[in-house]
């Protein structure tokens, strides 16, 4: 269910960004020369650092999973439009959580306790309007998806059972850059979908929210 | 291309890759253990009840589930029949190296079908021709007794049947499932003992099902029931005895009675057809009529049984004794070698004892061997053997009590008295002097609440305990300011019982004994010496155990067995301010009309010589005595004599006095005496001046008696002893009796018996031990002169 809801959304997302980024620049529906040659201009002047790379770190909130953290590695290429930039690119991670508990089961003797690790390394395209505030602050939002590596492994009754897959996920990042001339810093909130259906983890999301820092540079 | 149509270019493409990773998800992959069956146990079952089987290998792996979607449960290893359609099985117990499943009540005939088990991971194994269910049961069940137990209590029962297999399991199928008796013993191929629970849901009466190891099992429809209210107690019947001529009136004591009813139970747990007239009854009093004449019952032990007729809950007491007119006691019965004390015992003491589960044993403690003849052990016995005997008084099988006397004790005097048996005098050696330390000592019959309670037990593997079952028990020894049993070790826990693979080690748990756990200094473990051993053969393999966990890695058993059922705590030396120490005396256990109780010590040798020295200690509640206070009123000195203390209970002519009489013994060893004396009890324990029946007994030494119904029963000793039985007829409040007469040639006893130990238990008299031999054509083969380890019963 959660599945479908997601495809659906970007179904519709995909159609917005359609119409209102690219339908209306496609190629044969540029008019104006003047504006052709104003957008070149600035693309020229734009791609003098329209390329960069960004590492963070961070720590994620997702339900039921006890201190998880993670980190990132961010690469792609960034454009002007109109007052915006659109960055497009990769996302390579990885995240670790755990969550220890005990269960009370009659047969097995009473009560034995656990330890359920889940562990994600993450490959996400991903894309962010950046506002171009000042020369500084830039405030971002943005959507990403690809597919991420994820493998429980549960600690239980002397024996360890691991579960591994491939599943989708798209997540939701939110910040802002700040930018010192090449460099920048980033602090952001990404709310990430990622469903889950493991035995023992339980049909569910390991969504949640992570606050992440870093930083990287422009070139 | 220019740059807008690289970013269109661009930005379909990333849309298309949205849609496409969305739609992206490999299968699954599930890893961890594998299971590997290596055997079912057991290998059959049949189809008429629920059958619990155990499957022993390795990497039965359950696992956490929803740990994230919650709530977490564990999910176990399935375990499935191969039957058609398969069968999945319930799954009860898990360990890594064992599961127990249940094949329902039902299963399809035939087989022998395969076991499946499929850990959550998906990883299985199956064991091929692994299990067959038979079409009929191979036990038959024929009686559980009683049948019928209060929900808050729990209540021991008597399985009778046939086909038994050491050791069964037993349960009781009520609506929720099978609920698994406790302390099942095997007694023998025809009958076992179990605890149902307390807790079980009121209603039945429910079935009862027996398993054998094998998978051979049994069921006895509508057996058990469960009450609402609590069954009725007898506290007291009196009298306890009637002779066959007699229609007595009797005064039955006990609590919970409502709307009762009274029945004769005969030995084969028969109603005995005769009606039983109540005259009057309340909650804790009834008064009744026994038509033994009217009804023609024969001489007997039978169990008087008062029936609640709102749930049909009952108690038998045991027992109502239906003499002979002249009340001869005869013919006497040997009893099977197989219960025979471990060792011959001349000098020793027999007393009789119930523990807190109401089941009676016999103690004989210490004595000598044979040594150089009668009264001359070379060998004094610092140790105790038990028994148990059944509700018609049959006598099981001797075992030494574990807990030992501080001192070997030959020719010494005790008593019981609420749970406390008092050891008393006595000589260590083979010289004249008693004992001079420690002359009294005492310990406790040991209740089911020093037991540990065993809570878990795990098979790992790696190890050397071999392929098989094993039998597991634990007992907790205490610290000596434990002032029940100091230093002394409880009643072994409940078996466990655990079947491992090659090579294994078992770890078990257990909670402290309930009677005092912070008492506990350390615990002793148990495992029969073999793999598929014997229910009940546990030896030690571990001592010192701290801590409430152990693992046998496949420890090398000793010798020494744990305490059994009716076993005693450690012996500790008692109150001996005044008590002048002798042996060869006699004691008795008597009360005062304020029914305070105390023990009197009479007669014996106080090293120099036979002496009459008389003296008394009262017993306190706690179950310590007072000083021992030394009466002025002496008998006339003598030792190896006997006394019996005589009330209306037991002589109900004497009315509201309380009597003792002294027989026999001698003044130099060598000539029994005639002498005969009796005295009262004084408010405050004193004893009055001790006065000379006119009617003595035949000369006698080293005898034993018992007074019972207003007679007083001579036996055995030497001289005008041996295998004779004398008795004497109370015939007056005054005490004086009748002459002694010989109870005629069928109450001879079997074995002529010196110095032997006589105790008096429900109906029967027992004799035990002594010197002598066998003077009956009953004994396949006679004996010589010798330390006997001969039993004698019989019902008075």
Known sequence: MVRSKVIFFFLVLSLIFSKSLFAEKGGREIKSQAKKREIVKKSQKIQKNNFYILLDIGVLFPSGLEGSFGFDLRGGYEIPIKSLNLRTGLRMGFYRGSEE?????????????????????????????IFNVNKIIKPFIGIGSGITYIKSEENFFGYSNEETKWNSGVEFPAGSFFHIKSFELLFELRYTLLPVDFVTTGSTDLTGFGIFTGGGFRF | MNLDAKIIYKGRFFLIFFIVVLLFECSKKFSGPYPEIESVSPSRGWTGV??????????????VKDVLEGPASVELPQVILGTDPE????????????????????????????????????????LENAYEVTANPLITLTKIYPNFGWTQERTIVYISGSGFISTPEAYLEVPTGMVKLEKVAFINSNSLSAVVPSGISVGGPYDLVVINPDGNAGILEKAFAVTQNPPPVIDDVNPGSANTQQNPQVKIKGNNFRQPRLVLIDSNYNEVPCEITISSSTETEIDATIPVQGCGISAGAYLLRVINQDENSYYDWSAFVITNPASNPGPWQPVGESSWLKRGRQGLVLVSGKNDMKQTFLYAIGGGDSGTGKGSPS??????????????????????????????????????????????????????????DCPIEKAKILTSDTAPVIKSIVATPGGNLKKGTWYYRVSAVMKPTFADNPGGEGLASDEEIITVGENASVTISWDPPPVAPSEVAFYRIYRTDSPNGVSGTEHLIADNVTGTTFTDDGKSPGTQSYVPNGGLGAFKCENQKGFIPRWGLSVVIGHDENNDYYIYAIGGHDGSGATGVVQYAKINSDGSLGDWITSSNSITARYFLASVFVDSKNAPIVEMNNYIYALGGTSNGIQPLTDSQITSIQRGGAV???????????????????????????????????????????????????????????AATVFSRFLGGTALESAYIYLVGGYGKCSSNLCSSPTSDEALRSVEKVIW
């Open chain 1, 101 to 129: 508990g005990s269960v009370d089961e009659p047969a097995i003797g009473g009560k034995m306790p656990y330890k359920l690790t889940v562990s994600g390394v993450p490959l996400f395209l991903e894309g962010i309007l």
């Open chain 2, 87 to 126: 069968i999945f099985l319930n799954v009860v117990k898990v360990s890594q190296n064992e599961l127990q499943a249940i094949v329902p009540k039902g299963a399809p005939v035939g087989g022998p079908y395969s076991i499946t088990v499929i850990n959550p991971n998906g990883h299985s194994d199956t």
């Open chain 2, 688 to 746: 009055s001046s001790w006065s000379n029946l006119t009617k003595k007994i035949p000369q006698n030494m080293g005898l034993l008696s018992v007074a019972i119904d207003n007679f007083i029963f001579d036996m055995c000793g030497t001289s005008g002893g041996g295998n004779k039985v004398v008795s004497a007829k109370i015939i007056s409040s005054s005490g004086e009796v009748e002459n002694w007469n010989a109870a005629g040639e069928a």
């Open chain 2, 379 to 436: 060998q004094i016995y610092d140790d105790v053997e038990v028994v148990q005997l059944d509700p018609f008084g049959e006598v099981g099988e001797w075992r030494i009590n574990s807990n030992k006397m501080k001192k070997p004790r030959f020719a010494a005097g005790a008593v019981q008295h609420n749970g406390w048996i008092y050891v008393i005098g006595g000589r260590s050696d083979t010289t004249d002097s008693p004992i001079n």
């Open chain 2, 50 to 63: 629920d059958n619990t089987i155990r499957i022993s290998g390795s990497g039965f792996s359950p696992v």
